[in-house]
């Protein structure tokens, strides 16, 4: 693809929006940014892209800028439902997403995870068995690395890992990953996605190119996902816990498929969720005929990942997890799904445009009391304060220390806030790591 002399306007200068445009400068491209933030808040290095000759446009988007481009490449955190966006798609500008356009320089074969909850796990731990076979593997896109920083120099890899958004996947158009895996669906971004119809329709992308040459992986029990299974031309292999012909199934003790039987009794993932995502990575990584040992193997020693049903400490019985990578209501029911005890869940953050209805049956029976904070903290008790015993905090060290005063030996305090972190905080990382200090100053 000749890039050279095209006007492109890269939309969003975080880290993934100043690596698309360095390397749409190494194309030769005339590249053009736009970001909504000031100038003065933008990161030091947009004053190096801009002495380089990238017209820079920050605190707004003038129709103009987007009108006059060739082509357009959003960043993860821009929206398609942007006025200028819509604009300029209506006059024919095609407008895609940074996978799109680094997908169409990468030469080696790709692995698509995506999922509303679970696909950082699992897009790990499939990376990690295929490193246990000596593969050369790349890890990132919607985690760590962004896809573009390899884009055309990924003959060091075998195989490219990516954890996919929404927000990455809606503007694809010939993406294509050899192997392309859903981990589930729930309500998720309504914030950013104008109705949950276009939500399922970007995470229903990953499939749209495939033919019978790839591979898709996909959740039997999730209902929005066999909704669509119609829209899948590629080979299919289903996981869950109903036994299915050519599927990966659960039978309450081992996971098994074909003629195979993996133990994963000692398994550090907790809950129900975390067998999901091992029967995906089961299914993926025997497609590329990896070891049956090795994949268990990896499976059972395999690390919670920080900010997931992290466990932190004991204190006076009292066992307390970090789950702050919970951002929408789908994650939190998940984590609740995990633990038997008596559980004091606190929750709250910057609401995401879904409902909470989805947490009542499990709050009723299994939560004991109720912790809320950040922006949401009314909206929450309004839809679900009738089920539970419910306090209010103004902060996450305030719900903290309500947490812990009320409860008893044998509780379990769940920090899952459903909610995103951008009221109180700049990322759930930050979030969950002032919960385990808070934590470990008790």
Request: some cysteine; charged content about 25%; aromatic content about 8%.
């Amino acid at each position: 693809m000749n890039l050279s002399g095209k006007k492109i306007l890269v939309v969003g200068l975080g880290k993934t929006g100043v690596e698309t445009v360095r390397f749409l400068l190494k194309k030769g491209a005339l590249v053009d940014a736009s970001d909504i933030t000031p100038f003065e808040k933008l990161p030091s290095i947009v004053t190096e892209l801009k002495g380089m000759g990238v017209n820079i446009e920050a605190g707004e988007h003038r129709l103009e800028t987007f009108l006059r481009a060739d082509m357009i490449v959003l960043s993860p955190g821009a929206p398609f439902g942007l006025n200028s966006v819509k604009e300029a798609i209506n006059k024919g500008v095609e407008v895609i997403s940074e996978i799109e356009l680094a997908s169409r320089f990468i030469k080696k074969p790709m692995i698509g995870v995506t999922g509303s909850n679970g696909k950082t796990t699992t897009s790990t731990l499939i990376a990690r068995i295929l490193e246990g076979t000596g593969k050369r593997i790349f890890l990132g896109a919607n985690i760590g690395t962004p896809l573009i920083q390899i884009a055309d120099r990924d003959d060091c890899y075998d195989f490219l890992v990516l954890e996919l958004s929404s927000f990455q996947l809606q503007g694809t158009h010939t993406f294509k990953p050899f192997i392309g895996m859903i981990l589930n669906i729930s309500p998720n971004h309504l914030d950013h996605h104008e109705n949950i119809g276009e939500y399922i329709e970007s995470k229903m992308r990953l499939f749209s190119n495939q033919t019978y040459s790839e591979w898709a992986i996909y959740n039997a029990d999730d209902s929005l996902i066999k909704e669509n299974l119609l829209r899948i031309r590629s080979k299919k292999i289903p996981f869950g816990e109903t036994p299915l012909e050519r599927g990966v199934y659960f039978d309450g003790v081992n996971v098994r498929f074909r003629d195979e039987s993996y133990d994963l009794t000692k398994m550090k993932l907790m809950g129900k969720h975390n067998i999901e995502n091992a029967m995906a990575s089961i299914a993926c990584t025997r497609i590329l005929e990896c070891d049956p040992k090795l994949i268990q193997k990896t499976i059972v020693n395999f690390e919670p990942l920080p900010h997931r049903i992290e466990f932190i400490r004991e204190l006076r019985g009292v066992r307390f997890y970090n789950d702050s990578k919970s951002t929408s209501p789908g994650a939190t029911l998940r984590a609740l799904e995990s633990f038997s005890s008596p559980i004091i869940l606190i929750a709250g953050g910057k609401d995401k445009g879904g409902g909470y209805e989805v947490l009542r049956e499990t709050l009723r029976n299994r939560v004991k009391l109720l912790v809320l904070f950040g922006e949401s903290k009314f909206r929450i008790e309004k839809e679900l304060g009738k089920e539970v015993k419910t306090v209010l905090a103004s902060s996450v060290d305030e719900a903290t220390e309500k947490a812990f005063t009320d409860s008893e030996k044998g509780d379990t305090v769940l920090f899952s806030p459903a909610c995103s972190s951008f009221d109180m905080f700049t990322s759930y990382e930050e979030r969950g790591r002032r919960f385990k200090e808070i934590v470990q100053n008790f």
